[in-house]
């Protein structure tokens, strides 16, 4: 061993600066995010009421919070284009 902390099996230095399986992890939490952000406005929480929640997060880390608002901001995007109040690309 050559004195680095191991994970899993793997040293931290498999690739100068990253952790093994991170990218992944952070495509999981992405998803998961999406997911419970869409079905929380599908059963009709408020915009507000979502952001209210996603912001709580931040103590536990803001590498998850703030992916989780730009899903947010995108779903909400979507949706106001769907129901025509925005016009596609809008910022």
Known sequence: MDGRPQIQGYGLGVAPGRLPGVHAATDRRQESSHAHIGRALGAGATPDEVRAAVRVTAPFGMTGTWPA?????????EREEQEGRRTPGAA
Do not use: F, T, V, W
């Open 69 to 77: 608002s730009d899903i947010l901001d995108a779903l909400l995007a």
